[in-house]
């Protein structure tokens, strides 16, 4: 069995002190990380992006000291508030559009950078579609975790406004699928867990701030991640911890 834990959206910022949404971004960033090195024992992480809130090199620089900490494994993809340039500049390694990371022999995670240039909407271009689609067809005796920014399908409340412009095209992709085993995302900040089919949908608690849902209410839930259990057999069990 293979453990995953799925961070999402610490939005830092170039000054430790700034707050975002009434939110100091890195210290809840912080607590989210101990929390998981005291009570887990994930053999890989991953992020799913908005790691920062202004783009800055330093944010990427507080990320990188903060990933460290978990001497595991991460896998970071990038979300819209992030700056492609600034987070290569501070981690030295180029961000690819469409990644196969493998797990194991039979898991595998196809990340997706579905950001588009100066838009918080993401977008999947054609060439991504594509690679998407081969990788899926050359590995049908695998499991498949697929993870981007953008949520692939309706939320149910404002950021819908702000989603994934060509969801319609990624869900073709991916329906029916049989090794395609879950979707995760990050952006809504908000938990959520459906199906397409036999396809998870789960979107994933930032480690700052929640989005309810519910233009109403407050937005009192407070800070999580995933954690993903993945099994040979291609069975996979998740549930998200919250954090004080
Ligand atoms: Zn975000």
Redesign the pocket.
Known sequence: MISLIQI??P?LTENKKTEVRSWNTLSSFQRTVDCIKTNENPDFILVS??ISEDGTKKSYVAYQKGIERFEKPVFTIL???DNHKNFHAVFGTKFSSVEKITLSESWLIITIDSTSMNKESGHITKQQMHSLRKLIANNKDKSLVICLHHQPIKMGFWIDQVGLENSDQFIASIANQSNVKAVVW????HESESALGSIKMLSTP?TCYQFCGNAEKPDTNKPGYRKIKLFKSGKLETKVVRID
């Open positions: 999402t959206d939005h992006g908005d979300g819209n508030h990050g952006h809504v900040h930032s």
